[in-house]
């Protein structure tokens, strides 16, 4: 996966930038991934949607390497 300025929190830390409305270049402030939370304050929207491709095709490859059972 590329770089991103992504940056990965925990649960208490993204509930907490949730709940403060801190300043963000888009109206995402944080983004949910599995079990994984990410601070994404710093992103445009199109660095956003680059992002989530990422995941998504990390999540695709996952589930191609591993047949199902």
């Given amino acids: 996966m590329r770089y991103h300025k992504a940056?990965?929190?925990?649960?208490?830390?993204?509930?907490?930038?949730?709940?403060?409305?801190t300043a963000s270049l888009s109206d995402v402030v944080v983004i949910s991934h599995g079990k994984h939370w990410y601070d994404v304050r710093a992103m445009t929207r199109a660095e956003l949607e680059?992002?989530?491709?990422?995941?998504?095709?990390t999540d695709l490859a996952e589930a191609q390497t591993y047949p199902p059972h």
């Fill in 7 to 21: 940056s990965r929190v925990t649960k208490p830390e993204a509930d907490s930038i949730i709940a403060n409305g």
């Fill in 50 to 57: 680059a992002f989530v491709a990422d995941l998504a095709r």
